[in-house]
Structure formats: C-alpha cells, structure tokens
C-alpha cells in the first residue's frame, strides 16, 4: 500500500493543541492491556499499560501497540524475546493502574502464571496472546510495535473500558 500525503494537508493547517487532541480523541472507548514478559536482566516479571491495541494480519497473525517512545518498561520487555498482551478485565483496573504507574514495584502482589514461553499471563485477564516482535516503526512520541501471534486464549469475562480519560462508562457526559 502506497502513502500519499497531500502537501496541502501540511501546509495550510494550524497547529493541533495537544490537550484538544487528547480531549476528541478520548470520545473513543478502547479497551486496556498490559504488555507482560520476563527481564532477562532481573530474571523478574515486567511491563506496561496501554490502550492502542488493534488486530492487524490474520495471515500472517499480527497485532499491534503504541508505547511511548520515553517508555522504560518497552525495552525491558522487548528484550524478553517473548511476551504477553493480557487483554484486562473489568476487575483488573487496579492492576492496569499498578502496570501504569513507574517504577520497578509493577508486579507487586499480582498473580500471574507463564504462557507457553514463559511470559507473565495475569490471572482473571479477559484473554492473552503470547507474541514476539516482528516490526517497530516511530511514530512522533509513541512507538507502533508489531507483534507476530504465537499462542492466544480468551474468557467469557467482562472487559475494563477506558473512556474519556477514566475507566469504564462513567466517564460520559451524564455521571460528571
């Protein structure tokens, strides 16, 4: 597939502010999950929170995350080899926000079992797919990693929903 940009479309716009972006952008409910896998350095569980996730090839089997390009759990996980995207729960917020936060506490009382290669999969997560990296390309401050499938499965349970800056629907116009 060929790019095309307009040099019209770059040229004539006026600056984006950020915080506007953020605002429209948050409009779109996504879901949540944690990119898991082990620090072969520390020989520990690691990883990170996110909400740009998305199927992208089923021949070959693809998924994709954005991470911030600053992001100084991305690396300790890629270095994995193998890792794990847990799709959350609805009962997991205070997991995603445990993995959200910085710092080398992350895995602090939560319960996870290892994925056919190893890789951390948290308990009650919705589902879980066990990937390795195939492609990272930059993208302003964020990185889109590409991530070849490796082994998948999920539950019936209920999704964490992240919307409008808050997690589940209360974050519409009605419960502010």
């Known amino acids: 597939m060929t790019s095309i940009r307009s040099e019209r479309a770059t040229a004539d716009l006026p ?11 948050g409009h779109f409910a996504t879901g949540v999950v944690a ?3 082990i620090d072969p350095e520390t020989e520990a569980p690691t990883g990170l929170a996110a909400n740009s996730f998305t199927s992208v090839s089923l021949e070959p089997p693809l998924v994709a995350f954005c991470v911030a ?5 991305w690396p300790r996980v890629r270095a994995a080899g193998h890792y794990t995207v ?3 729960s609805e009962a997991q917020e205070p997991v995603c926000r445990q993995l959200a936060a910085r710092g080398a506490e ?8 290892p994925s056919p290669a190893g890789a951390p999969i948290m308990t009650d997560s919705l589902a879980w797919i066990e990937a390795e990296l195939e492609a990272e390309h930059s993208a302003g401050d964020h990185t889109i990693v590409v991530s070849r499938v ?4 999920a539950s019936d349970l209920a999704p964490l ?5 808050r997690y589940g629907i209360s974050g519409s116009a009605e419960s502010r």
């Open 150 to 153: 490796r082994h998948l499965y």
């Open 35 to 37: 990119i898991t896998g």
């Open 161 to 165: 929903i992240f919307f409008r800056g």
């Open 106 to 113: 992350k895995f602090r009382g939560i319960d996870w079992q």
């Open 86 to 88: 847990n799709i959350l």
């Open 69 to 73: 390009a600053t992001s100084t759990s």
């Open 15 to 25: 600056e984006l502010d950020p915080a506007l972006m953020r605002s429209v952008l």
